[in-house]
């Protein structure tokens, strides 16, 4: 199958995992941040001397794109390429809100096969970042910057329920009182939840360009460069 290094840093959470075969072998997580500068350094080298030690090759370094914390982003990205570079390995990018949904699946925590799932960063005020997935984590609505409000989701509350997560969703659960609004507390994106979509991007061989990769908040404006300058 496969081993991947997985590198999760878009909120005050810096973690880092190794799965091999579909399994997560080794994982380190540090919630007392944002300590990212400090801590990831720390963690990819006790999880590349752990592989290194036990004699099992990597095939990828699998990155948290985002949306999420400026500064952290930055720094996981870096690191990853870091080692894509070093190693000659694959890079893969794994969206943040995607990975959100993870521990909320596997903890059966959504009864309803209709039910809708929206992840949620904390932006500034009354903003967050959210899409909406169903249960198979296909996109029903794609990220955005939305601003929270009574009726900001009501096109979808009125169809089904909506379980809304993630250090974003507290703004929702003051805000709206919809019948098919559900919160779930506790989720963040942790490395050791990576597993099973950087697994899915490998095997469909979804893989970014180790030199021209950037994190979510860059995206735009990459794409607003003259190609001469890219």
Partial sequence: ??????????????????????????????????????RLGTYVDEALSFTDSHAIPFDAV???????????LRIGT?????????????LLAVPTLELLCVPVLLRETVAEEDALLCPMID???????????????????????????ADTYREYLDQRPVYFFGNGAGKCMETISHP???YVDGIEPLARWMQPLAERRLLAGKTEDVAYFVPFYLKDFVAKLPKKLI
């Fill in 1 to 38: 199958m496969s081993c991947i290094l997985h590198i999760e840093t878009s909120t005050d959470v810096c973690s880092v995992a190794v799965s091999e075969d579909s399994q997560v072998i080794w994982h380190e997580e540090d919630h007392s941040g944002p300590n990212h500068a400090e």
């Fill in 62 to 72: 699998a990155v948290s794109c985002g949306p999420g914390s400026y500064t952290g």
């Fill in 78 to 90: 870096s690191m990853a390429k870091g080692i894509c570079y070093a190693r000659n390995l694959k």
């Fill in 123 to 149: 932006a500034r005020r009354m903003e967050v970042y959210a899409a909406l997935y169903d249960r198979a984590l296909h996109e029903v609505r794609p990220v955005s910057a939305d601003i929270v409000s």
């Fill in 180 to 182: 098919n609004a559900h």
